[in-house]
């Protein structure tokens, strides 16, 4: 696992930008695998800006959904599917149809979980998969104590994670769904390039025992520790309870270039 501290929110989701740009000029249909919230808005916005300029040539990028709340109706604009559209799919000039993401309308569900896992592996896997994290060391919408190696599935929401998403639900926890769809810890950790991007002090005790804690189901996120190619972004703030922080500075300014991130 390679951690990668950078000063703030912005420098983060630049420098992840220019993972995806060089990405894309290697192999410009990449599968991208793409988060939603408030954390990963900073690399939408550099990508497209990059796209905008002329600077990525974003035309044949193919988008998928790591999660999917359940039961919300078609069309709701805090589906995931709306949100992925209106964040990424639009910024970057793409069309709908090079966007795929699970059924969280279907009346079988469970048949949902499989049949987009399947989608994954024939469009050739995830090329590179970004991520957030819970308060809680949550991925996607894997809850603590979910297998590390699960499948997509659906998930039943904690209470703290309710709390947590209440705000892009006019604050009203009522309306928040009780469950999802998620890429399971198993899906994850097929993707070639598994990239999260964690900001602020609230996040700090998560990363710490992601990165330097054990491996466990207690902290979802410290699967990636598994992975050959994972890494992890924080700004200094979710960096300050990282007891190994100024060995990770030092070796990422000692990276040579030619690795890429």
Known sequence: ME?????????????????????????????LGVATGSTPLPIYQALAAKVRSGAVDASRARICQLDEYVGLPAGHPESYRSVVLREVVEPLGLSEASFMGPDGSAEDVQAACQAYDRALAEAGGVDL?????????????????????????????????RVDNARFFDNDITQVPHHVITQ??????????????????????????????????IVPASALQLHPHATVVV?????SKLKLADYFRATYAAKPAWQGL
């Not at 990668?4 to 599968?31: F, N, W, Y």
């Not at 819970?134 to 603590?144: Q, Y």
Request: aromatic content about 0%.
């Open 3 to 31: 951690v990668v501290i950078v000063p703030d929110a912005k420098a983060g989701g630049e420098l992840i930008a220019e993972t995806i740009a060089a990405l894309l000029s290697r192999k410009p249909d990449a599968l």
């Open 184 to 217: 399971g810890i198993g899906t994850i950790l097929e993707s070639r390039h598994p990239v999260l991007l964690a900001t602020g002090e609230g996040k700090a005790d998560a990363v710490a025992q992601t990165v330097e804690g054990p491996v466990a189901s």
């Open 129 to 161: 998969q970004l991520l957030g994290i819970g308060t809680d060391g949550h991925i996607g919408f894997n809850e603590p104590c979910s297998s590390l190696a699960s499948r997509t599935r659906i998930k039943t929401l904690t209470e703290q994670t």
């Open 235 to 239: 700004d200094e703030a979710a960096a």
